[in-house]
């Protein structure tokens, strides 16, 4: 089974100082049939204005995950990250992955501080198990580990970051004749959003914001990118 959902589909909103595309329900847009995908909950592409932010909120039992395509976010969380002297600078730029397991509760706030918009891309995954105490990870990607291939960036046991998540999340850039097949085991189901450009996934042509979600695949296969960004998830299904 293949779903292609098209950019123009997603919800949204605009708040001025932060434009928000909603792959799933989120906020103020709900659709019943859009409450996520597997243990997939969010993917908001949100484009943030300078000197503007999310201010401190805080979230519980969700595990999430933030892609930078374009500027500088400052991350600061009642964990001491973003704090003088804490334990990571929270500053995340392109070409990083930032794991937050919100746990038994975090708060946090998101800034961008920098001259121009930044562009990223946030995703939320139902924790393993709910509770326990939160955590953080940031990591640099090799950008030729995304070359023509994809690149493993958050799992449970395993990835640049780890997930409290029964969910793998893979990134790779695809131009040309560069292709790759991710298999997948019995059962699983899987997520492609296209960052940038343009692909041909499983046979169907996906442009930049679209998704495509599946079922009963043996595997995902990328063929014909055009200067294309893909994330590519291997979901379990919510306990």
Do not use: C
Request: aromatic share 6%.
């Amino acid at each position: 089974m293949k779903q292609v959902f098209r950019s123009e589909q997603r919800g949204g909103a605009n708040h001025g100082w932060l434009l928000a595309k909603h792959s799933f329900s989120f906020a103020n847009w709900y659709d019943p049939s859009r409450m996520g995908w597997g243990v997939l909950r969010v993917i908001n592409e949100d484009r943030v204005a300078p000197n503007t932010g999310f201010g401190t909120h805080g979230h519980r039992d969700m595990e999430i995950v933030t892609y930078v395509l374009e500027g500088e976010l400052a991350h600061k969380d009642s964990m001491g990250n973003g704090e003088v002297g804490g334990a990571n600078a929270g500053l995340i730029r392109p070409g990083e992955i930032q794991r937050m397991s919100a746990g038994s509760g975090v708060l946090h706030s998101e800034m961008n501080h920098g001259p121009q918009e930044v562009h990223l891309l946030q995703i939320w995954m139902l924790p393993n198990t709910p509770g326990g105490a939160p955590g953080y990870e940031q990591a640099r990607i090799d950008p030729a580990s995304l070359r023509g291939r994809l690149a493993l960036l958050a799992a449970d046991g395993g990835g640049l970051v780890r997930v409290n998540s029964d969910a793998s999340l893979y990134a790779g850039r695809f131009d040309g004749a560069e292709a790759a097949d991710l298999p997948l085991a019995a059962g699983r189901l899987a997520y492609v959003q296209v960052a940038r450009g343009s692909v041909t996934v499983n046979g169907e042509r996906l442009n930049q914001g679209d998704g495509l979600q599946m079922a009963d695949e043996a595997a995902v296969q990328i063929r014909d990118g055009q200067q294309a960004e893909v994330l590519v998830f291997d979901l379990g299904r919510p306990q």
